[in-house]
Nanobody
Framework: QVQLVESGGGLVQPGGSLRLSCAASGSIFNAMGWYRQAPGKQRELVATIISGGSTNYADSVKGRFTISRDNAKNSVYLQMNSLKPEDTAVYYC?????????????WGQGTQVTVSS
């Protein structure tokens, strides 16, 4: 059974930092990443990383967020620096694996990040 467990969210002041972690179990994944959803908005991509290490970031977080992956621990991390109030959202861990050649997505339960003074 695939399970993604996130941790590391919380309340931080503008300009501060947080590190999100996601521990995966039940499978090996081709790609892992983070998405976020703010109140009243659609879920959006934050960053992704594939098993080879290539990364992709939303323009809004480039230069501030860094995604990394520990394949041995089947985990993905998101280091968030210079946080802004507009980064406030529920952050979801995402993992993708191919089942009979078809990509299948899995989601964590989400962790709240609030940036406020």
């Amino acid at each position: 059974q695939v399970q993604l467990v996130e941790s590391g969210g919380g309340l931080v002041q503008p300009g501060g930092s947080l590190r999100l972690s996601c521990a995966a179990s039940g499978s090996i994944f081709n790609a892992m990443g983070w998405y976020r959803q703010a109140p009243g908005k659609q879920r959006e991509l934050v960053a992704t990383i594939i098993s080879g290490g290539s990364t992709n970031y939303a323009d809004s977080v480039k230069g501030r967020f860094t995604i990394s992956r520990d394949n041995a621990k089947n985990s993905v991390y998101l280091q968030m620096n210079s946080l802004k109030p507009e980064d406030t959202a529920v952050y979801y861990c995402n993992a993708v694996r191919k089942v009979l050649g078809v990509p299948v997505q899995y989601w964590g339960q989400g962790t709240q990040v609030t940036v406020s003074s």
